[in-house]
């Protein structure tokens, strides 16, 4: 017999004898298989003091996954949120002018398409604040009051002119599909793996983070990570052995909507703006903008909401007191004599990227690695300046790349010695939203035991935690699933010496295209809030 161990996160409706409908569970099936040639990978004696568990490491997961369950539109797609009926208007009356620093209240009340208000919560709205004349904005927050009735909360963060922005980014219902997607399916994508044989022979076979997802019925390979404990599964090569594979890739992105479901997530009516339902605010102009507080970026320090904002396309943050880098020689009087380890998906790519493209004596190495994986690194001679990249491990949707290139991040971090030279920076999440959550919050506890050893050896290490951005509209990756990501990141490192660049609020605080991957603007303010944290003064 085989034993499994699943740790899977449950969205349940309340019934008559269950009022909790979202609580983690841990399953243990005893499955048969036949004529299965690797046996399961054992499940550890010590499991129960494993301690990268999560329920020791995440302990506020129902809260942390909290979204309102909704009843749905029965099929009927007039019956969904509209943002050309939804409406909004001031909480109190209208001011000729507002004072700085002070906060502007907004009610948003939800309707359909018809027209209707709504009576329950759980659509997803983002809202912003914007000074297009200064190229400022900040985020909004949004308080979900569960009847249809939204507050939203800005705060006047400079003076002059302002203008409340407001974006439906999906319905409640389609949240709902969303929601029965993490819940009934452990994956909606597949990928790739390539063996070769001595003769040079090649065959392909699926593979994913289950081996439920890949056929029961047969045979399947599975490889442990030793460092981080994590099992990734192939299907059984028909002729070659397990130990015979060589490659990775994506796979195919799995059909898991109804037509009704792919209505309500169409393009016509996801990331729509609603009608502007308040004219433009004034700011006294006592002082151009609040001021950074005075503390400098450090490790550990406790982050407000909003982290930031913007103002003439300057990242302020609210948290500490971060600075520009203009300049090549200002970045490279930062950089002197570090070692900066960047881990993740293409989104940290881009600060290799930046810093590359801006400082011409930043020459990269050719590592002869798939660029889209890595290894990348870029080094600075003079000033002893070494910059790496390279993707996390699996699930990771590339081309075609060797499996020996791909490193876990608990491999790596698990190399470093550390120190005051060593930085390290962690960008992951977009690779994690086609599985449900279990599957990125198992990966994080091992990233935050080994992110703990790192400290422990030497403190004085850097850790950057970079949040996931928006971007992603689909159901293979829609802002809801980051969402989701984010809060899972922020607890899983909250209580550590670490640092938040907050690309989430980044990435949507001005009024740009949303993109997966942000343009030059967004990525330098980033750069430059990592920088503030490795040169703080």
């Known amino acids: 017999f085989l034993l499994v161990f699943i740790l899977k996160i449950f969205f349940r409706k309340p019934t008559t004898d269950k009022c909790l409908f979202l609580y983690p569970q841990v399953l243990y099936f005893r499955i048969f298989w036949s004529g299965n040639s690797d046996p399961w990978p054992p499940k550890s004696p010590s499991a129960d003091k494993d301690p990268t568990s999560l329920s020791l490491e995440l302990p506020n997961l129902i809260h942390l996954l909290y979204w309102p369950l909704t009843p749905g539109d029965g099929g009927d797609l007039l019956a969904s949120t509209s943002h050309k009926t939804s409406t909004y208007h001031l909480r109190g009356p209208s001011q000729d002018t507002y004072a700085l620093g002070s906060y502007l209240e907004v009610v948003l009340v939800a309707r359909d398409h018809r027209g209707r208000p709504k009576t329950h919560g759980g659509d997803l709205f983002q809202a912003r604040l914007l000074g297009p004349e200064l190229r400022a904005g900040v985020p909004g927050d949004v308080q979900d009051l569960e009847n249809g009735t939204y507050l939203l909360s800005f705060p006047l963060l400079w003076a002059g002119r302002a203008q409340v922005q407001v974006r439906l980014i999906h319905s409640s ?65 028909p002729t070659l052995a397990c130990s015979m594979l060589v490659g ?91 070692i900066i380890h960047m881990m993740g998906d293409s989104t940290l790519r881009q600060w290799w990227e930046y810093l590359r493209d801006t400082v011409p004596s930043l020459k990269p190495v050719d590592l002869h690695s798939i660029y889209q994986v890595g290894p990348l690194m870029a080094v600075e001679t003079t000033r002893g300046i070494v910059l790496h990249w390279r993707a996390h491990s699996w699930p ?142």
């Open 173 to 237: 219902e389609a949240i709902g599909v969303l929601r029965r997607i993490w819940t009934e399916h452990w994956a909606t994508v597949d990928f790739i793996g390539y063996f070769r044989g001595p003769r040079g022979d090649e065959e392909s076979v699926s593979c994913n983070v289950n081996p439920l997802l890949i056929r029961e019925e047969k045979s399947f390979c599975y490889y442990k990570d030793e460092d981080s404990g994590e099992f990734w599964y192939c299907d059984q090569p």
């Open 248 to 338: 990775h890739s994506v796979g195919h992105y799995w059909n898991v909507t109804t037509s009704h479901e792919e209505a309500l997530l169409a393009w016509n009516l996801t990331d729509k703006v609603l009608p502007q339902g308040i004219g433009p605010v004034h700011v006294a102009r006592n002082t151009s903008r609040i001021l950074s507080p005075a503390l400098p970026c450090y490790p550990g320090i406790s982050t407000p909401k909003p982290s930031g904002f913007y103002h003439q396309d300057v990242w302020h943050s609210l948290a500490c007191s971060n600075r520009p880098f203009p300049t090549v020689s200002s970045i490279l009087g930062c950089l002197a004599g570090h």
């Open 396 to 537: 990771l949707r590339s081309k075609r790349t060797p499996v020996a290139s791909l490193h876990s991040v608990v491999r790596e971090l698990g190399g470093l010695a550390g120190g005051p030279h060593t930085v390290v920076v962690l960008g992951l999440g977009a690779h994690f939203t086609t599985f449900p959550p279990s599957i990125f919050a198992r990966r994080l506890a091992g990233i935050r035991a080994a992110v703990m050893a790192l400290l422990e050896r030497e403190p004085r290490t850097l850790v950057v935690i970079k949040l996931a951005n928006t971007g992603y509209k689909s159901v293979y990756g829609s802002d809801w699933f980051t969402l989701h990501m984010n809060r899972l990141l922020r607890s899983a490192f909250a209580g550590l010496r670490v640092a938040f660049v907050d690309a989430w609020e980044m990435t949507s605080s001005l009024a740009l295209p949303d993109n997966i991957h942000p343009g030059k603007l967004i990525v330098s303010n980033e750069v430059n809030l990592l920088l503030s944290f490795i040169c703080p003064t």
